[in-house]
């Protein structure tokens, strides 16, 4: 029973729902810090030194990423648990991102190889809503994804046994979820270790680290090759055409991610892995 098939029904409220109260200011503990709003990050170097830096082709200086924009603070320590950062690059601004587990993680990486997501937000501000039992409460979804075509979607994450029960049915935590989307008044999706397959996990990690290198020489090279090539063929063959080693590989897996490329096998991302190029029929 696919997740996408849970019955998720709207609600009446007897008062409408009240927005969410902030604490942006506060840090507790070993907890990540709040995103600073409002405010210029401290590093930024500017824009006449970075010029005169490029004129005398010197790379430029290390900057911090920013802060995570969570708004729920999670505790760093936990016994059993898999929590920690990702820093991904959005609107050419580095930042990061956090997660609470290993299937968030997994969800996380899925998102960032997806080149239609323009923005991700880590704990998004929580959704007041009136749960099963009658009682108003919030909740704070995981991710909250933009679009590039206008859209978001929230995204909870949670492990398959907690969303359907043993006979089936959906879950308390099911059934709250469509409260919430209705409240929330756009598109939640419910993700669990069944949303995508090891092979996907493993490419999407792939595709994040190489997206993280850029070498525009590199792309444009690869990006020349593809068209050239027909039927099925191993990632290697575009790696060896370009004579440009471990340079091409980087590229080859960016044009993957793109979808200039598609897999000719359910193998996850390797040397030996049979690609077929994209032919856009003009």
């Known amino acids: 029973m696919p997740f996408e098939s849970l019955e998720m029904q709207p609600i009446v409220y ?33 824009p006449e030194v970075m010029a005169a830096m490029a004129a005398m082709n010197l790379a430029p200086p290390f900057v911090p990423p920013a802060q995570s924009r969570a708004t729920r603070f999670i ?55 009136r749960n099963v039992a009658g009682a108003w409460t919030r909740h704070t979804l995981d991710y909250g994804a933009e679009y590039a075509d206008g859209r978001f979607i929230g995204f ?5 046994k907690k969303v359907v029960d043993q006979k089936g049915r959906p879950t308390e935590f099911a059934r709250n979820m469509a409260r919430v989307r209705a409240a929330a008044g756009h598109e939640i999706r419910i993700v669990t270790e069944r949303s995508f397959s090891r092979v996907q996990v493993q490419d ?19 990006r020349a090759i593809i ?30 991610r793109d979808g200039r490329l598609v897999k000719a096998e359910n193998k996850r991302l390797g040397l030996g892995t049979l690609l077929k190029a994209v032919r856009h029929d003009h």
């Open 204 to 222: 999407a990690q792939i595709m994040h680290t190489w997206s993280r290198e850029t070498d525009p020489h590199a792309d444009s090279v690869v």
């Open 14 to 46: 007897d008062t409408p729902p009240q927005p969410p109260t902030l604490d942006l200011r506060r840090i507790e503990g070993d907890a990540l810090p709040a995103f600073p709003t409002g405010v210029s990050n401290p590093f930024d170097i500017p």
């Open 227 to 256: 068209p050239t090539l027909h039927g099925t063929f191993p990632l290697r063959t575009i790696q060896d055409v370009s004579g440009l080693g471990g340079r091409a590989y980087g590229a080859v897996i960016r044009a993957f």
């Open 156 to 160: 909870a994450v949670k492990p398959w």
């Open 75 to 129: 505790n760093l320590r936990g016994r059993g648990s898999h929590r920690g950062a990702l820093v991904a690059t959005f609107g050419g601004v580095d930042r990061m991102i956090v997660f609470e587990s290993l299937l968030e993680l997994h969800c996380l990486r899925m998102l960032l190889c997806d080149t239609a997501v323009i923005d991700i937000w880590d704990q998004p501000p929580a959704i007041p809503y």
